[in-house]
């Protein structure tokens, strides 16, 4: 089997899980509405053909007996069997949203066999900064994304502009004096959330001038998100105005939007994209939103992600499903290109 390198995910839970909470995290709603489960959904279906097997269920068994099942094995067992059956060569982590406690880049690739790297969400590490005043904001920003730089398991930075205030981001670099009034804004409300185009701007070329590879949010997430805003095709004047710096721009989920995702992807060298999130959601139907998606974008521009994050199934579910829709010579070609955009990640990869 030829290994992936998962170029965007998150931490497993470390708990076990009762079935409330194990569906809890299945859904993109904050819990599946009363008298619904997310087992009778194409996601379900997946999981009873893919998962269940793992944990030595048939794929008849009842969700109630592959929770048992889960209790039974422990979730350290649990995620160590998916995650290695997953085949994953390395794991670039976002650890950016934890809203409870997950599994560490290190602890993700000690379990899944896989070397780990991070993932640094921009908008995490300004609203953690001590920012004293508006006109040290930009200074301050610069200095942590530098020190986060030169931490080797750093390998991209992460924008969640979508989900705050869409991806239609203006071209023009933001001013110092615009920086400083929209940080003063910002401080005056308390500090806290990000959510101005001009913050987000800033970040993301302040982001792109270390160098490192820049991952967007795009297209499906959690109810926080207005969907509309995060098509792709918003940010097509940003990705105009930042082309000259050559530096690998990630358009992560893509999905409903994939196509016009994929049409960035060919006309702009630098832009990127995957299907992390949408593959395991979508479920059978993935090799079809897979064939949408390279209507358009070159093979070469094409990155694999499951964007799993608390459960492992979701990890193991997009290999799994990516696998299935995609044949072996584009399964190497993924992880031959997230190589070209990740120069820094090593792993098990095709010849290692
Ligand atoms: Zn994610």
Known sequence: MDLLVDHHCHGVARRDLDRAAFEAWLTEADRPAP?????????????????????????TATPDDYLARRAELGHAEVAGRLLRAAGLAAVLVDTGFVPEPLTTPAELGAAADATAYEVVRL?????????GTATGFAAVVREALAAAT??????????????????????????????REAAGRWLGN???RIA????HRFLAFAALDTGLPLQFHTG???????????????????LRAVEPTGVPVLLLHCY????????????????????GLATHNVGARASAVLAEALELCPYGKFLYSSDGFALPEL??????????????????????NAHRVYPAVGGRGPGR
């Open 35 to 59: 008298g619904t489960t997310l087992f009778d959904s194409a996601l379900g279906d997946a999981l009873r053909r893919h998962c269940f097997p793992v944990l030595d269920l048939a794929v």
């Open 123 to 131: 908008e995490t590490v300004a609203e953690g900064l001590e920012v």
């Open 150 to 179: 030169s931490r080797p398991e750093t390998v991209a930075f992460k924008s969640v502009a979508a989900y705050r205030v869409g991806l239609g981001l203006r071209g023009e670099r933001p001013s110092p004096a615009e920086v």
């Open 190 to 192: 308390g500090g806290g």
């Open 196 to 199: 101005d185009e001009v913050l």
């Open 220 to 238: 499906l997430g959690d109810r926080d998100v207005d969907l509309r805003a995060g098509d792709p095709l918003l940010l097509a004047p940003w």
């Open 256 to 275: 409903p939007y994939h196509r016009n995702a994929a049409y960035l992807a060919q006309v702009f060298p630098a832009v990127h994209m995957d299907l």
């Open 315 to 336: 990890h193991f579910l997009g290999a799994a499903l990516f696998r299935e829709a995609a044949d072996a010579d584009l399964v190497r070609r993924t992880t031959e």
